[in-house]
Each structure stands twice: as structure tokens, then as C-alpha cells.
């Protein structure tokens, strides 16, 4: 289920690249430091890892959350961390580009 809100904060990541190319001519895939390369080097590292230690894809953690017991595993839990990496990451850009789009055209 994070699959699907990570690949959505990633298009609206992607999104806001092209509003910046058009309105700050500023063509930048970087945030944070990390490019889309350097995302792919840490997840081809987490594969490899999950490949030959089956014990962090075979754990899981058992919690209790609005009266219900919820079972999720490793694999869950590194989802959501770099979902809220993601967001995190999209708030900060879109906040700063506030910014310097209210330095390009202030309101009167």
C-alpha cells in the first residue's frame, strides 16, 4: 500500500521539477543532496541486503492501533520511512519555492 503514495509524492516531486524549469528555468533533480541515481544506489543496496540476509524480509512487528492488531513487516516499515523521506523532502521544495516565486512576482 506505500508503494502507491511513494510513487505519488515522487510524480508530484517530478511535477514541481517541471514547474520549476518553466517558471525559474532552474532544471534541478536534486533534493536533499540525493538525485535519482543515488535513490537507486540505496535501493539496489536494500535488495541486495534483502536478498542474502532473509531475516530482515522474514521479520515482522505485531502492534496494536485503534483496538485492532496490526501484523507488518520490514519491508512495510522501510516503505513508510522513505514515504515520509519523500514528503518531507516535497514540503521543504515547495515551501522554498514559495518563496522565491513571491520574490519573482510580489503581490501588490
Known sequence: MAI???????????????????LKKEFKLTYAKLGPTEFRVLAIIFNTTCIFCP?????????SMFGKEMLIGSLDIAGIV?????????????????RDYDKMDPVK
Open 82 to 98: 522513505v514515504l515520509l523521506v519523500l514528503i518531507i523532502m516535497y514540503i521543504v521544495t515547495v515551501i522554498n519555492d514559495i
Open 55 to 63: 531475516a530482515i524480509t522474514d521479520s515482522m512487528v505485531q502492534f
Open 4 to 22: 502507491h503514495f511513494i510513487l505519488i509524492v515522487y510524480m508530484m516531486l517530478t511535477l514541481n521539477v517541471s514547474i520549476n524549469a518553466h
